[in-house]
Each structure stands twice: as C-alpha cells, then as structure tokens.
C-alpha cells in the first residue's frame, strides 16, 4: 500500500512509455500523488492526465524548484530523445539524456529523494557484445549518441547509489509494443508502426530487413515490470547499473506472419535505411535470469498473444473515432 505522503514525479510523460506508467501510478498510488511532466503541453488523446506542468529537465534550478514547490519523493525519469532522432540530432540528444540525468541525480541527492527510476535500453549495447543470449554483465560498447547515454546513465546511477546512497534502479528495455501512443523515433518503432499500417492500408514498407531480429516486450508486461522493480524489497536488487529485460524476440518477417493470422491478406515490403546499422548493433535474444532471480520478473505476454491484443485494441480504437466522426 502506497504512503500517503509520497509525491511521484514521471519526467517524459508525453512519451510511449510515459503515457502508460503515468496512468499505471495514478492507479497504484493515487492520481493525484502522480505529477505529470514534459517539454510541451500533451499533443494526443491518450495524455489524460490529472496533474500535468511543464518542465525542462537540462534546467537544473528549474527542476530542483520544482520538485521542492511539490514536495516529490519519487522521480521516474522518461525523458530521453530515442535512438533514431538522436541520430540526426546528437548534441541535443546528449544535452537532454545525459544533462538531464545528471541533473535529476544532484537535485535528488541535495534534496534527499527516496527513490529514482531511470530506464536504460538493448541500446546501450554494441557490436561488440554477444548477439545471441545476451549476458548481464558483458562487452556493452554502444554505437549510437542514444546507446552511449544510456550506457552512461547506467553508470551514474551505481555511482550516486554507492556514492551517495540514492536508491537508484533501472531497467534495460527491449523495443516497446504499445497499441495507445503512436511510434517515437526508436529503432524497433517498426514493430509499432507495422500494425497501424496493417489496419489502415493492408501494407507495410520495414526499414529494417526481414531477417533482423531484435528483443521486444509487450508494453503491458513492461509496466509490470517497472512496478515489481520498483516496489521490490531493497535487500533484493542486486545491480544498481540496469537489469535486462525480455519478453520475446522476432524478425519483421515474423511478425508479418504474426500479422497475417489476423489479417491474412497483409503485405510487407523491406527497404533497409541507417537504422539497420544500428539494428544489427543490438542483441538479437536476451539474457534476463538475473532479474526473474533477484525479484521474480516473468513476462505474461508472447508474441501471438502481443499481436491479437493489438490488433483487438487498435480495431476498437479505430471503431470508436469513426462513431465519433
């Protein structure tokens, strides 16, 4: 049961993951102990939040008055240019991911926050880590200004944990599959962004190939997840860097075969661009036994079970506007 006293700030909020995590904590500990925060004010439908601002996370002063003004206890730090963007754009990608990282540390440090979320990625590894069964602890060498934050960010937070005693935890998410906000700039957006193009056109053009096979989760199982961390005794997390984190793996190709069992006359096309570079640069399957060891992580969802809610949820969507319209 959630302290009345504790005040949960989410960073990021307007992101993928953002939009459910925030709604996930407004149930678990009460919507209006949840503060909303972004760079902007929400764009989509699916932003309800009952307590939003805006907020700037390179700020230092901005962010330290904010979280004293409302009394924060808890931050979950979400905002982060993603992978394929901060490729285009890498200092800005480094100004916020890595500055506005460094800035949630030493304000949660002065200030005494009782615990911090930071949410690492397959993207902190490289080429130079094993592809197959990837091990906790390994060869990590990331290849993206996007991988390199985050492959940083993971050292920081074991820095301020043993420095400083900040209860730090993190996860290593696979590519994220989410059916209620639409794809972000992310390298295995693809698997997102596949479905709307089943639905609303038959076809889809991958821009990875069709053998790539990368980690993915269905966005249910990596709210999951972040709570069970997050609400873990502390004598039960063992790595204060990130831990890996899988649900499944599979190739465009799969997926379209996934596809099909529900819209059997579903067409995909392959034309590779830059994010295959950065694709073939991360694992293809996920060693995760240190965290189903440590705090008893089991995803619920596999890959035919992510598709038909998917599709299920994006249909009823779907019929629900054209109501509307």
């Given amino acids: 049961m959630a302290k ?22 407004a149930q678990a500990y ?3 102990r949840v503060i909303a925060t972004d760079i902007r004010q929400p764009q989509n439908a699916a932003h309800t939040f009952e307590r939003f601002e805006v907020l700037d996370i390179t700020q230092g002063n901005e962010m330290a008055e904010f979280i004293q003004k409302h009394g924060i206890t808890h931050i979950y730090h979400l905002a982060a240019l993603l992978s394929a963007t901060g490729e285009q754009k ?4 480094w100004q916020v991911n890595m500055q506005g990282w460094l800035n949630v540390l030493e304000v949660s440090r002065e200030v005494g926050i009782q615990q911090i979320y930071f949410p690492s990625s397959i ?13 906790q602890t390994t060869v990590m060498n990331p290849g993206t200004v996007y991988g390199i934050s985050k492959y940083a960010g993971e050292l920081w937070a074991n820095y301020y944990c043993h420095r400083y005693g900040l209860d730090v935890r993190s996860l290593r998410y696979p590519g994220l599959i989410s059916y209620s906000t639409p794809p972000g700039g992310g390298t295995t957006d ?13 076809h889809y053009t991958c821009f990875l190939d069709a053998e790539t096979r990368l980690p993915m989760m269905y966005m249910p199982d990596a709210i ?3 709570l069970q961390l997050m609400q873990a005794d502390q004598s039960a997390i063992k790595v204060r860097t990130s831990y890996n984190l899988t649900a499944f793996s599979f190739t465009p190709a799969e997926i379209a075969q996934a596809i099909r069992q529900h819209i059997p006359a579903f067409e995909i096309q392959y034309a590779p661009d830059f994010r295959q570079a950065i694709a073939d640069s991360w694992p293809a399957t996920i060693d995760d036994s240190q965290a189903r060891m440590d705090w008893g992580w089991q995803p619920d969802y596999d890959l035919a079970a992510m598709v038909k809610d998917m599709i299920a949820n994006l249909q009823q969507r779907n019929s629900q506007i054209m109501a509307i319209v």
């Fill in 123 to 135: 993207a902190a590894f490289g080429a130079d880590t094993p592809r197959e069964n990837t091990p």
């Fill in 90 to 93: 890498p200092m800005l990608a």
């Fill in 4 to 25: 009345t006293q504790e005040t949960l700030l989410v960073t990021g909020a307007c992101g993928q993951l953002g939009t459910e995590l925030t709604a996930a904590l």
């Fill in 224 to 226: 999951k997840a972040t």
């Fill in 30 to 32: 009460g919507a209006n």
């Fill in 190 to 202: 693809y698997a997102v962004d596949i479905f709307y193009k089943a639905l609303e056109t038959g």
